[in-house]
């Protein structure tokens, strides 16, 4: 059983910056996407990110493209997510997941396997 672990959400002010990290208890594997979502009270899992583990191809929601990045981290079973330029509708709850078997942009939550159990991001304006 793969276990997820997100760290590093917090409380920032609009305008700041946060790095969310993904630790995999096992490796990830090149037919992997690792993809970050959020969600909010009331609200469905929303895509926010996705990188194509073998080629790094990323994929990022309209609403981000530009302010986040993800990345893979030097090991073989990190994944990070730089925010940059926060925004008070970018408070939730983020989640990272391993779609083990990704055949397409990873974009949708149906489509993974595994997830974290979540870590807080909130955005004061």
């Known amino acids: 059983q793969v276990r997820l672990v997100e760290s590093g959400g917090g409380m920032v002010q609009a305008g700041g910056s946060l790095r969310l990290s993904c630790v995999a208890s096992s490796r990830i594997y090149s037919s992997t996407a690792m993809g970050w979502f959020r969600q909010t009270p009331g609200k469905e899992r929303e895509f926010v990110a996705s990188i194509r583990w073998s080629t790094g191809r990323t994929y990022y929601a309209e609403s981000v493209k530009g302010r986040f990045t993800i990345s893979k981290g030097s090991g073989a079973s990190t994944v990070y997510l730089e925010m940059n330029d926060l925004k008070s509708e970018d408070t939730a709850i983020y989640y990272c997941?391993?779609?083990?078997?990704?055949?397409?942009?990873?974009?949708?939550?149906?489509?993974?396997?595994?997830w974290g159990q979540g870590t807080q991001v909130t955005v004061s304006s």
């Open positions: 997941g391993e779609d083990r078997y990704a055949s397409g942009y990873s974009l949708q939550a149906s489509e993974y396997e595994y």
